[in-house]
T-cell receptor
C-alpha cells in the first residue's frame, strides 16, 4: 500500500460522538486525500490537501473537517458522527508533477456509527 | 450532480473473453482519464490512464479507448482471466485535483 497506513482500521462508535481517523504516509508526497466508499456510489472525495496547512473541500465535505500539520499526517474528523457516515474511508496520496500522476490508496478504515 | 456515469454495474465474462466497461462524463474540463482496479478488502490501484490528446492507449491486455466528442472512454480487457475479477472504477479529474469516481463495475471472470 505504498507506505500509507490508516488508523484505526475498524471502529464502531455511537451517534453524536466525535471521531478522528488518521492517515500516515512515509512517501513524502505533497497531496493527500480522504474518500468515502459506499455501495452504488464508488468513491467520493471528502477533503484533500495540497500541502501542510493547505486543504480544500471535496464533493461530500459536510460534517467532516481535516487538518494537516505535518507532511506525513492527514487527519479526518467527524465532529458529531451520524449513521449516514457509516462507510469505508480511504486515504490516498499523490505527488503529481514529480514524474507520476498516480494516486496511491491506503488499506481503508471501516467506520460503523450506531 | 452526477459527473460520471459508469456501465455496466456488473459483468460476467468467460475466461479468454473480452471485458468492456464504459464511462460517460459531463464536464468537458476533465483532462485526465484513469481506470482503477479494486480487490475486496483493498484500496483501489491505478490500472491504466489516458490524456485527451490521444484516442487509445494499450498496456498489455488492457486498453483505454477515448472518444472526446462523445465524452466517453472505455476499458477493454482482452483475454480476461479469473485473476481480473475485481471492481473497476473510472475516475476522471481536472488538472489532477479532484477525482470523480464512477459507481464501479464488478467483473466476474468465469474459469
Amino acid at each position: 500500500d505504498a507506505g500509507i497506513t490508516q488508523s484505526p482500521r475498524h471502529k464502531v462508535t455511537e451517534t453524536g460522538t466525535p471521531v478522528t481517523l488518521r492517515c500516515h504516509q512515509t512517501e513524502n508526497h505533497r497531496y493527500m486525500y480522504w474518500y468515502r466508499q459506499d455501495p452504488g456510489h464508488g468513491l467520493r472525495l471528502i477533503h484533500y490537501s495540497y500541502g501542510v496547512k493547505d486543504t480544500d473541500k471535496g464533493e461530500v465535505s459536510d460534517g467532516y473537517s481535516v487538518s494537516r500539520s505535518k507532511t506525513e499526517d492527514f487527519l479526518l474528523t467527524l465532529e458529531s458522527a451520524t449513521s449516514s457516515q457509516t462507510s469505508v474511508y480511504f486515504c490516498a496520496i499523490s505527488d503529481r508533477g514529480q514524474g507520476t500522476e498516480e494516486q496511491y490508496f491506503g488499506p481503508g478504515t471501516r467506520l460503523t456509527v450506531t | 450532480q452526477q459527473q460520471v456515469k459508469q456501465s455496466p454495474q456488473s459483468l460476467i465474462v468467460q475466461k479468454g473473453g473480452i471485458s468492456i466497461i464504459n464511462c460517460a462524463y459531463e464536464n468537458t474540463a476533465f483532462d485526465y482519464f484513469p481506470w482503477y482496479q479494486q480487490f475486496p478488502g483493498k484500496g483501489p490501484a491505478l490500472l491504466i490512464a489516458i490524456r485527451p490528446d490521444v484516442s487509445e492507449k494499450k498496456e498489455g491486455r488492457f486498453t483505454i479507448s477515448f472518444n472526446k466528442s462523445a465524452k466517453q472512454f472505455s476499458l477493454h480487457i482482452m483475454d480476461s482471466q479469473p485473476g481480473d475479477s475485481a471492481t473497476y472504477f473510472c475516475a476522471p479529474s481536472i488538472n489532477f485535483n479532484k477525482f470523480y469516481f464512477g459507481s464501479g463495475t464488478k467483473l466476474n471472470v468465469k474459469p
